[in-house]
Nanobody
Framework: QVQLVESGGGVAQPGGSLELSCAVS???????VAWFRQAAGKERVFVAG????????RYTNSVKGRFTISRGNAENTVYLQMNSLKLEDTAIYYC?????????????????WGQGTQVTVSS
């Protein structure tokens, strides 16, 4: 059984930084891992994704240049480094894994989900 466990959420001030981690266990994904976020009262949306093989990445426009997704070399962990945080980055952040080929941006394309971690940006 695949498990994804997020950590690293918390509170930051505007302009600050946080790093999220997603520990993947159970099996190796043949496709990709992504971060989604869901703000209160809104739909869950794609933030960033990384291909498990090759390491290609994809970002939603609102986080380009501020967020960086990466994978640990010797561990099944995916990171999301978030810099220059804005108030609108406040949300629950979810890690998701996909077994089909391709780095998708729709939540329904992902088979496995973590429990989520809260990120709050507040002055």
């Amino acid at each position: 059984q695949v498990q994804l466990v997020e950590s690293g959420g918390g509170v930051a001030q505007p302009g600050g930084s946080l790093e999220l981690s997603c520990a993947v266990s159970g099996r190796t994904f043949s496709s990709s891992v992504a971060w989604f976020r869901q703000a209160a009262g809104k739909e869950r949306v794609f933030v960033a994704g990384i291909a498990w093989s090759g390491g290609s990445t994809r970002y939603t426009n609102s986080v380009k240049g501020r967020f960086t997704i990466s994978r640990g070399n010797a561990e099944n962990t995916v990171y999301l480094q978030m810099n220059s945080l804005k108030l609108e980055d406040t949300a629950i952040y979810y890690c998701a894994g996909r077994t089909a080929i391709g780095l998708a941006t729709e939540p329904r394309a992902y088979n496995y989900w973590g429990q989520g971690t809260q990120v709050t940006v507040s002055s």
